[in-house]
């Protein structure tokens, strides 16, 4: 809700008519994710607020659309620090150096969706609900 105030929302419950506002944006709120798309010519602007709301909230942050980077978590006193990494790489370059023969250059979204195995998943989690509604697991 913090977030709204500056970067209204362009769908859903508390969206805002004013689609040409560059400060509309798109939320997609999961059970533990929250990814929001921002327009370009606002990047630089909501990346520093959206890290601050991250660091406040004590939440981890990361910029899917960076070229190096890293998944961010807050310490013990708040402040956010890299995931512990092997040979200091960041975040985005573990990713990228773990993509599948083909995909090498693929981008982050399509190698991390690529290791999903979806169709388990659904099998798995209609097991566990005993159910035959097909849900996502993610």
Request: charged residues 25%; proline residues 4%; glycine residues 4%.
């Amino acid at each position: 809700m913090e977030m709204i105030t500056t970067f209204p929302a362009m769908n859903g419950p508390y969206a805002i008519d004013d689609l040409e506002n560059d400060y509309v944006t798109d939320y997609c709120i999961g059970r533990d994710v929250i990814y929001v798309a921002f327009s370009w010519s606002i990047a630089e602007k909501a990346y520093e607020i959206m890290k601050h709301v991250a660091e406040k909230h004590k939440v981890g942050f990361f910029d899917a659309s960076a070229n190096e980077g890293n998944i961010l978590f807050p310490d013990n006193d708040g402040n956010h620090r890299p995931i512990e990494t092997s040979d200091n790489l960041s975040s985005i370059q573990q990713i990228k150096n773990s993509a599948s023969p083909g995909q090498e250059n693929k981008s982050v979204k399509e190698i991390l969706y690529s290791k999903l195995n979806l169709k388990k998943a659904i099998q798995q989690t209609n097991k566990d609900n005993n159910s035959t509604t097909i849900k996502r697991k993610w």
